[in-house]
């Protein structure tokens, strides 16, 4: 068996500093909700595209984007509440 290797250094050298800062993993933390709510219109979005959707398919789409608008909507909002001054 011949193994094929690389015979120069990756593009990007790993270094210590490509880990997300604990700011990053916050911020990632705060948007999870939507992350989810996203995933979940995609799913159901996913699920239709080789068919007609029946009318089932399309309330769980319905469902799924009141739900991630709802979330958006959500965080938009405490993001606008923690600024200085608050919302404008």
Known sequence: MKHIVALHDAVTPW???LEPSDAELDAIE???PLILAEVELLDAEIAVLDR???E???QRIR???RRMLAVRR???N???ASMPGGAA
């Open 78 to 80: 405490q993001a606008a």
């Open 30 to 32: 705060r948007e999870m």
């Open 52 to 54: 007609a959707p029946s």
């Open 74 to 76: 959500n965080l938009t």
């Open 15 to 17: 270094s210590d500093g």
């Open 63 to 65: 469902r799924a984007r």
């Open 56 to 58: 089932l398919d399309e």
